[in-house]
């Protein structure tokens, strides 16, 4: 996806790139920090890139994309003066070209009413608070949304999804704390459908100690959903948080095992200097990444763009 997809006007265009660019300052200032550091007056040469590589690896690109990026901006350019502007350039191309097909929109079929999305997720990651945003952005566009609180196990999370319903004009379905949560998600799609909801976003619980536990019960949330709708859930949206690093790519491993995700949410990037995770997991799962996280407020989540992301860690200035 590129820039004018994500937002219309030209003006809000470069209101959310500096948001963007803000976001992902701690990234971008580590990484060109270091950067400038590096290259200062000294010529281009195999200590230099191999240098590169490390604060790449210490961003948490991993090490082959590490590898790559450093390897491409070595290419022909040693024993060359190169500012520190020109090596910003090639990061950000060459992260552009890594990411660009993990960039890929989350579409609602309209034809699929509800279109139902399930979020997973270990707790904390930022579910319910993605939901709320996903639940603002649908509405703006015009569709009906319905949010059901899928996590029925703190009495917390399901106040925390009932106050983004409200401030998103969004019905939700609830049960009491402890309440079965497929049960819950059975009922809230009949009610979608009896009420002509276009999208259903249903949230889960993520508690990581009792595992088999919480597989179990996402896998019986699908099976109950597909006795009203087959081809339920639309997509399954796994939300991970940038800041636990590598930690990540383990999530993925075994949400990808039990939950069929179709796409993924990274949201925190605003709290991490190692955002570079996200490449990692975009060349090592090649999943979509439909939408990023910068930030609590309900404005503070977009549509993922190469591009402009690449660019953004690469600290360029537009
Ligand atoms: N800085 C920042 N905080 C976030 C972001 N997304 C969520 N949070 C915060 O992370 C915490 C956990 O979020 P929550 O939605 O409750 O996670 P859940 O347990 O997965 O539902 C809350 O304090 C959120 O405000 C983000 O993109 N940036
Ligand atoms: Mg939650």
Do not use: C
Not at 8 to 20: I, N, V, Y
Not at 203 to 229: H, S, W
Not at 230 to 238: C, K, R, S
């Amino acid at each position: 996806m590129n820039d004018s997809t994500t937002q219309t006007s030209g003006d809000s265009r470069q209101s959310w790139w500096r948001r963007l660019r803000g976001g992902l300052s701690r990234t971008s200032s580590a990484i060109t920090a270091a950067i400038t550091d590096l290259i200062s007056k000294r010529k281009l040469d195999a200590g230099v890139v191999e240098e590169l590589e490390e604060l790449l690896i210490r961003a948490d690109f991993g090490v082959d994309v590490a590898g790559r990026i450093a390897g491409a901006v070595g290419e022909g350019r040693y024993d060359k003066i190169i500012s520190s502007e020109e090596v910003k350039a090639i990061l950000a191309a060459e992260i552009e070209k890594i990411l660009v097909p993990a960039a890929r929109p989350l579409v609602i079929d309209g034809a699929s009413r509800p279109f139902v999305i399930l979020v997973a997720g270990v707790n904390g990651s930022g579910k319910t608070t993605t939901i709320g945003k996903l639940a603002s952005r649908f509405s703006r566009e015009g569709r009906q949304v319905m949010l059901a609180a899928g996590d029925t196990f703190r009495a917390a999370a399901i106040e925390q999804l009932k106050i983004w319903g409200e401030r998103t004009g969004s019905p939700v379905i609830a049960g009491a704390q402890g309440a079965d949560a497929a049960g819950l998600v059975f009922r809230a799609l009949e009610a979608a459908r009896a009420q002509a909801i276009d999208v259903l976003i249903v949230d889960t619980a993520g508690r990581l100690q009792t595992k088999a536990g919480l597989m179990g019960e996402l896998q019986k949330i699908v099976r109950v959903m597909k006795k009203l709708d087959p081809a339920a859930p639309h997509a399954v949206l796994l939300v991970l948080d940038a800041t636990i690093g590598q930690n990540a790519l383990s999530q993925v491993r075994e949400f990808l095992k039990v939950a069929g995700v179709t796409g993924l949410v990274m949201t925190k990037l605003d709290g991490t200097a190692r955002g570079g995770i996200l490449v990692a997991i975009a060349t090592e799962y090649r999943l979509p990444v439909h939408f990023i996280g910068i930030g609590e407020g309900v404005d503070d989540l977009a549509p993922f763009g190469a591009r402009e992301f690449a660019q953004a860690l690469a600290g360029i200035e537009r």
